[in-house]
């Protein structure tokens, strides 16, 4: 079975889930509709997309259980491909959500004005968008690496193990867009590296599904 073919089933797997990466773009956009347009807002929306894309993006690993992984194991399938479907499948989700996200969130800074208005030099947002989606896709694929480790563990761990790393990336997120005078310097950097951040979570999103290729590999499953 190739990767193609389990990538299909994956999509499949997520099912409805898939309209949520349509739909947040357009709540958030709601959301903001009855409110005054900060000058962050466009880079909220863009955030919001994104911990929806991270929470599509792990579903083909939490619908997993002991009974598929033994249907499986009696179809064609190298040892560790199916995690690679499910990697690919991740990156896919999130660069969909980031990529709805920056359209609304674009929109939104042109309707309400830029960031940069906030401080002495000019930002330059589509470099904190790709250090949006950089860490966006560093979140998800440390949730996919822990999902492999605690893979058939129970309800509980797992269903912790795959709201955590969202919940973590969205609301660092904006509480660092809500103390931005004190984190000004963080975000300069950002200005100034946005693509080599971005470079070095697609590296380190490689990496972590190489590790959960292996050990899915050593497992035999």
Not at 3 to 28: H, R
Not at 68 to 91: D, I, N, Y
Not at 113 to 127: I, Q, T, V
Request: proline letters at 4%.
């Amino acid at each position: 079975m190739t990767l193609l073919k389990l990538l299909k089933i994956d999509i499949k797997k997520a099912g409805w889930n898939l309209l949520i990466l349509v739909l947040i773009p357009l709540i958030g956009l709601a959301i903001l509709s009855d409110s005054d347009i900060s000058p962050t807002a466009g880079i909220f929306v863009t955030l919001y997309c994104l911990f929806g894309g991270i929470i599509v993006a792990i579903v083909p690993f939490a619908a997993e259980n002991a009974e598929e992984a033994g249907f499986l194991e009696m179809l064609p399938v190298k040892p560790g491909l199916s995690v690679t479907s499910h990697f690919t499948f991740s990156a896919l989700c999130v660069f969909i959500s980031g990529g709805l996200g920056a359209l609304a969130g674009s929109a939104v800074s042109a309707a309400g004005g830029s960031a940069s208005a906030l401080y002495p030099d000019s930002m330059n947002l589509p470099s904190l968008y790709f250090s949006a989606f950089g860490a966006a896709l560093l979140f998800t694929a440390i949730d996919c690496l822990l999902l492999t480790i605690c893979r058939y563990n129970t309800l509980q761990i797992l269903q912790i193990i795959r709201i955590l790393p969202a919940f973590v990336f969205f609301f660092g997120s904006t509480a660092l867009l809500q103390n931005m005078e004190t984190t000004s310097a963080f975000f300069r950097i950002l200005n100034e590296n946005g693509l080599v951040v971005f470079g070095i979570c697609v590296l380190s999103f490689a990496a972590l599904a190489a590790v959960s290729r292996e050990i899915t590999v050593r497992r035999g499953k």
